[in-house]
């Protein structure tokens, strides 16, 4: 049994949560990293496959590559790197 606080530790858990990023249409890589972070810090699945994509959409809309988008994307979102500016097409849509 797993008490508050503790990892989880089961390769199930980490596999089941990769399986649900994928069918989200989240690419292998991202899914990678997103997974273990969700396994090891707890965080939602939903509101992280949202934040993803939207940071991938915005580093895409920059003219990035689909593979640079995608890490830098997840380092935003891991705090490692600032997250990109909105642009105007981005403003109207997720801002409020």
Sequence with gaps: MRVAGQEANDPEVFQAIWKHLKTDGVPDQAANQMAAEMVTHG????????????????????????????????????????????NTRFAGIYES
């Design 43 to 86: 965080e939602d699945f939903e509101s992280s496959i949202e934040l993803f994509e939207r940071y991938f959409s915005m580093y895409k809309e920059k003219g990035y590559n689909e593979h640079a988008a995608q890490a830098m994307a997840v380092e935003a979102m891991e705090g490692r790197e600032e997250p990109p500016k909105s």
